[in-house]
């Protein structure tokens, strides 16, 4: 199932924005925290360098999460996430 995977970091203003406004939306979505060290070395493979950022990630039945999508920095409207949710999903059912 594809669902947005929003990478934030504690002492992100623009985070806690966004995540309160995606809050009051009741927007369904994944954290990923920033400032945990387990997390580091997959950030640097990332090239994160403004947070937030939006990714679109299939959660597998095990929990696992593989990044489908990554959106640009600055661009994280919830119905451009949507949008590309759909988008996602309609290239995957083609292709069956």
């Known amino acids: 199932m594809l ?33 945990l060290k387990e997390n580091q070395k997959e ?3 990332w ?9 679109i990630v299939d959660v597998k039945d095990d929990g696992t999460q593989e990044k489908v999508f990554q959106f640009p920095p600055g ?5 451009a996430i949507d949008a590309k949710i759909k988008a996602l999903n309609k290239e995957r059912e083609e292709k069956k």
């Open 47 to 55: 090239k994160i360098n403004m947070m937030p950022i939006v990714q």
């Open 3 to 35: 669902k947005p995977r929003i990478i934030k970091s504690t002492d992100c203003a623009r985070c806690r924005i966004y995540l309160k406004t995606l809050a009051k939306q009741g927007y369904e979505h994944i954290i990923y925290d920033a400032d």
């Open 43 to 45: 950030l640097d493979t």
């Open 75 to 79: 661009q994280f409207s919830s119905r």
